[in-house]
Nanobody, 119 residues
Framework: VQLVESGGGLVQPGGSLRLSCEAS????????MGWYRQAPGKQRELVAS???????NYVDSVKGRFTISRDNAKNTVYLQMNSLKPEDTAVYYC??????????????WGQGTQVTVSR
C-alpha cells in the first residue's frame, strides 16, 4: 500500500486547508485511516482517525475545527482543516492500518505534507 498526500501549504490564521491522501491497492475500504502531525521539536501526535465503519476520533485541540472523512470509491481520506491556528503548523502524515489509536499506529505511512499557518 502506498499513500500519497497532497493539499498542504501556507495559510493565514483563521484560514482553511483540505489535505488528501490517496491509497494504492484494493484494500483501502478495509483499513482504518489516520492523520498525524509532527511539529519541530515536538512528538508526533494523532490528529484524527476514521475506522472502516467511518467512526471518527479527534485530538482535543482540533475538535470542532478539523473533519476527517473517507471516500472508499476513490481510495482517499481527507482532512478538512478550518479556523487554522499557528500551533497547527506541522508536517502532516497519512497513516493506514488495521487499528489506529493514540497508542497504536497503522502499518503504512505517506511522505508527509507541510502545513504552515502564519501571517
Amino acid at each position: 500500500v502506498q499513500l500519497v498526500e497532497s493539499g498542504g501549504g501556507l495559510v493565514q490564521p483563521g484560514g482553511s486547508l483540505r489535505l488528501s491522501c490517496e491509497a494504492s491497492g484494493s484494500s483501502f475500504s478495509m483499513m482504518s485511516m489516520g492523520w498525524y502531525r509532527q511539529a519541530p521539536g515536538k512528538q508526533r501526535e494523532l490528529v484524527a482517525s476514521i475506522s472502516i465503519l467511518s467512526r471518527t476520533n479527534y485530538v482535543d485541540s482540533v475538535k470542532g475545527r478539523f473533519t476527517i472523512s473517507r471516500d472508499n470509491a476513490k481510495n482517499t481520506v481527507y482532512l478538512q482543516m478550518n479556523s487554522l491556528k499557528p500551533e497547527d503548523t506541522a508536517v502532516y502524515y497519512c497513516n493506514a492500518g488495521s487499528v489506529i489509536t493514540s497508542a497504536t499506529t497503522g502499518t503504512y505511512w505517506g511522505q508527509g505534507t507541510q502545513v504552515t499557518v502564519s501571517r
